[in-house]
């Protein structure tokens, strides 16, 4: 696998990761939604979650990751304040932190 191709490494993380609980935190709510989207077309249960969802849509969300409904929550650090989850195998942080 190229070294510069982090998309293709993120896939093949997860498939590697199959049943396991995870979060993904990206910088954007667009690249929350792209990968999300590009998880689901492989076939792995995963949602987007960021502060642009309406509430409901969030909660629906926090739930079936609760509930092992759902493998993957791909988030903005909005996502994770609070969750306690102890079966959370990986986190992956998908963005280069921002620089400050």
């Known amino acids: 696998m190229e070294k510069f191709k982090p998309l293709d490494q993120l ?15 990206c910088n954007s709510r667009s690249k929350v939604e792209d990968t999300a989207a590009r998880l ?3 076939g792995i249960s995963a949602a987007a979650y960021h502060a642009g969802l309406e509430n409901h849509i969030r909660a629906d969300v ?3 990751f609760q509930r092992d409904d759902l493998q993957i ?5 909005a996502f994770g ?3 306690n989850k ?11 932190p921002p620089q400050y």
């Open 11 to 25: 896939m093949r993380y997860v498939q590697d990761q199959r049943g396991k609980s995870g979060i993904i935190y």
């Open 86 to 96: 102890p079966n959370v195998r990986f986190v992956v942080h998908f963005d280069n």
């Open 40 to 42: 689901q077309s492989r």
């Open 62 to 64: 926090q739930e079936k």
């Open 73 to 77: 929550v791909v988030a903005t650090v």
């Open 81 to 83: 304040m609070g969750i």
